[in-house]
């Protein structure tokens, strides 16, 4: 069986319903989880219901949270609120919990904001748990490497028996590829970062872009001779592009695994890992 084959029927559900807003009620009494995953580049609030099924799913862009950190908390809060009333309006019922994540190494304050957050939205924040943990959840990862992807950083975590024995986060990201792509056009960052969006599988783009990917696959390359371990997982919008994954499979060497919609996972994984609330 092909290892992503859960993943990606998940992937694919919660992908439909994504900002659709779809109406879909459900029983009051019906138990939901809920994940909260405040990014760099957007915070994407999902429900699901007791067996993992995509019942909502939203986001917003945000500039509110850079790498893990909240530097935005007012606008953090209105953002998770607007989403939890969309989700509410939509499935007919009030949402009373929810779960948020942090990148690994986030200790103290940093790690209470994330539930500080999703209190102050409306919500009992009931577990935070660390991003590439909610990524195994979805990939179903006892063994292997995740590299994460994200808006500013790229961030790899290798796994061993189900926990997390090696984590590394180096400053290059999604925002590092729009920023070669509005240098090479002579466009503002805001229109490289939509033609970027809108053109995932043009090869010129890709090209001007590649450079930036085998950067990721070099921090890569040098924190999996620190920690060995295979198989070896993308995830993360940034690596969202249909060269993305072959780029790094030349330069590793190696062979790589992509789920479908890799800027879904982390807050899939989230929404997975929490509870329903009635615990
Ligand atoms: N649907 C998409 N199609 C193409 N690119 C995307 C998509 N979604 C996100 N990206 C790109 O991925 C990057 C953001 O990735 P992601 O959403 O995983 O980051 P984040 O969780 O917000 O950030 P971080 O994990 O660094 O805090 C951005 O550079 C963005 O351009
Ligand atoms: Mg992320």
Request: negative net charge.
């Amino acid at each position: 069986m092909d290892i992503l084959q859960t993943a990606n029927e998940r992937m694919e559900q919660l992908a439909a319903l994504m900002n659709k807003d779809i109406k879909q009620p459900i029983a009051a009494e019906e138990k939901v989880k809920v994940g909260v995953d405040l990014g760099t580049s957007s915070i994407v609030f999902v429900v699901l219901d007791e067996n993992n099924v995509p019942l909502f799913g939203a986001f917003e862009f945000a500039d509110a949270v850079r790498d893990g950190l909240v530097v935005n908390y007012r606008e953090s809060v209105e953002v998770v609120k607007r989403l939890k009333t969309r989700a509410e309006n939509c499935l007919g019922i009030s949402l009373t919990h929810a779960s948020g994540a942090i990148p690994p190494g986030t200790i103290g304050n940093n790690k209470k904001v994330v539930a500080n957050v999703i209190e102050s939205a409306g919500m009992e924040a009931l577990y935070t748990i660390d991003e590439p943990t909610a990524a195994a959840v979805v990939l179903d990862l006892k063994d292997g490497a995740v590299v994460d992807v994200g808006g500013g950083t790229t961030g790899i975590s290798v796994f061993k028996n189900g926990e997390v024995i090696y984590t590394a986060d180096e400053p290059t990201g999604g925002t590092h590829m729009t920023l070669v792509l509005a240098g090479y056009y002579g466009v503002s960052v805001e229109e490289a970062e939509q033609n970027k969006r809108e053109q995932k599988d043009s090869s010129e783009h890709f090209s001007v872009m590649r450079p930036v990917v085998e950067k990721m696959a070099e921090i890569t390359r040098v924190h999996l001779e620190k920690s060995p371990s295979e198989p070896l997982y993308i995830v993360g919008g940034a690596s969202a592009y249909s060269q993305f994954k072959n780029t790094f499979e030349s330069y590793l060497k190696m062979p790589v695994f992509q789920p479908n919609y890799p800027q879904y996972v982390t807050p899939l994984g989230i929404a997975m890992s929490s509870g329903s609330g009635n615990l």
